[in-house]
């Protein structure tokens, strides 16, 4: 079991690029999240899908886009990087929905944008 | 939309006396206070939960009370050591539909001196 996976665990890139953070979970659980670490602020929810087909914007969903694939993959794209996306980048998932029960983090993603 | 708020933001205690970290949330609806542990470059992983329907819930070292009336809920640590240090939050989540987000406190940063 794995768990929860992300790639790649490091970025950098330059204002204006695009890119797509893969996560993966093993655990055949049903709801899947993208949080943004930054200093101070703690996690805040970008996107979240509470089931396969589903997805909802969070507190910071602007700049951001995610796709479910299937129930095991969810990714999050950046069209157009801007600095203000710095950050440590987690997914998580759970069995249930809403919230209410325990999240599976995955390792994370640090992103630097130039 | 809910709120937690996490005081203190660092708190640093001598090894083997207790420490408090405290947390307060807006939404009555809240009904889900999970507490997360993430060592430094590490993800976050839950360390005790506790429900509305519960006042107080203890595992081994670690309690968490909940205030429902105040709308607060605190995590205690008792006979800290080294690997205790770390940065913790608190969060909350309404969880009456799948539509419903948890919110993160900001972090407390906790250091054990030896």
């Known amino acids: 079991n794995a768990g929860v996976t992300q790639t790649p665990k490091f970025q950098v890139l330059k204002t204006g690029q695009s890119m797509t953070l893969q996560c993966a979970q093993d655990m055949n659980h049903n709801s899947m999240y993208w949080y943004r670490q930054d200093p101070g602020m703690g996690l805040r929810l970008i996107y979240y899908?509470?089931?396969?087909?589903?997805?909802d914007k969070g507190e910071v969903p602007n700049g951001y886009n995610v796709s479910r694939l299937n129930k095991r993959e969810f990714s999050l794209r950046l069209e157009s990087a801007a600095p203000s996306q710095t950050s440590v980048y987690f997914c998580?998932?759970?069995?249930?929905?809403?919230?209410?029960?325990?999240?599976?983090f995955g390792p994370g993603t640090r992103l630097t944008v130039l | 939309g809910e709120n937690v708020e996490q005081h203190p933001s660092t708190l640093s205690v001598q090894e083997g006396d207790s420490a408090v970290i405290k947390c307060t949330y807006s939404?009555?609806?809240?009904?889900?206070f999970p507490w997360y542990k993430q060592e430094l470059g590490k993800r976050p992983q839950l360390i005790i939960d506790?429900?509305?329907?519960?006042g107080e819930k203890k595992d081994q070292r670690i309690a968490v009370t909940l205030n429902k009336t105040a709308k607060h809920f605190s995590l205690h640590i008792t006979e800290t050591q080294p690997e205790d240090s770390a940065v913790y939050f608190c969060?909350?989540?309404?969880?009456?539909?799948?539509?419903?987000?948890?919110?993160f406190g900001s972090g407390t940063r906790l250091s054990i001196r030896p």
């Open positions: 506790i429900r509305s329907n519960v």
């Open positions: 969060a909350a989540s309404s969880g009456y539909s799948s539509a419903s987000k948890i919110i």
């Open positions: 899908s509470a089931s396969e087909g589903t997805t």
């Open positions: 998580a998932s759970s069995r249930l929905a809403g919230g209410t029960d325990t999240q599976y």
């Open positions: 939404d009555s609806a809240s009904n889900y």
